[in-house]
């Protein structure tokens, strides 16, 4: 659902701007102001597994956050200046990883008061420089950002901090097929093998099926 937002002439110049709200928090004001904005939302629908013929009943899966994608053009051919070092190195710090965030930051895109701040991450940088100074310096490039669309992250030891925890809240095992239900019972925490049994819907504990078998949640 993609939208295009199209600029219109207008008396005083506002200038859009990225912006790190975290860590270093480095802001870069654009050279010229995009000619459109993309944004695109995805709508996470799947068939349903029971439906059948040409229009499946469709079941919501999971929220998806939106993406934003714009092309920005940065020249300093006038000035005889580096775009690298003025802006495109700013840009950079948006998409690498901070030393005090262990990830890259949390970012801001801005244009005026009436288009709604657009609040991710940096997820794809591409740039292509254009024009160089005689001795090779570039001095014009075009910089295509893809940002999506996110209000707090995780670094990859918060992730698994919280994989953890969220582990630690059921207990569980895989079973192979046979195994007695006292002995899965034990392994996941049970005090008595009837309890797993109807926690985990086998019907016939004498005979219990092959797999993940689930116990108490743990406070």
Not at 109 to 129: E, I, Q
Request: aromatic share 6%; with cysteine.
């Amino acid at each position: 659902m993609p939208v295009n937002y199209m600029p219109g002439d207008t008396t005083a110049l506002v200038k859009a701007e990225l912006a790190a709200t975290e860590g270093s928090k480095t802001k870069v004001s654009v050279y010229f102001n995009p000619k459109e904005i993309t944004i695109d939302k995805p709508i996470q629908w799947q068939a349903h597994k029971g439906s059948e013929g040409d229009h499946p009943t469709l079941e919501f899966t999971t929220g998806t956050g939106k993406s934003l994608t714009v092309e920005l053009m940065f020249d300093m051919f006038e000035d005889k200046g580096d775009v690298y070092a003025t802006y495109v190195s700013q840009l950079e710090k948006l998409a690498l990883i901070d030393d005090s965030l262990k990830r890259p930051p949390l970012c801001t895109f801005t244009w005026g008061s009436n288009m709604p701040v657009f609040k991710g991450v940096v997820a794809d940088m591409n740039v292509k420089y254009t024009l160089f100074l005689p001795d090779g310096t570039p001095c014009r490039c075009t910089v295509n950002l893809k940002m999506t669309q996110s209000d707090s992250l995780l670094n990859k030891k918060e992730a698994e901090a919280a994989n953890k925890a969220a582990a630690s809240q059921q207990s569980g095992t895989t079973a192979p097929a046979g195994q007695r239900m006292d002995t899965t019972a034990n392994q996941v925490g049970d005090s008595s093998p009837r309890d797993t049994a109807t926690r985990n819907n086998v019907d016939d504990p004498a005979n219990p099926p092959a797999g993940n078998y689930q116990g108490p949640p743990r406070h």
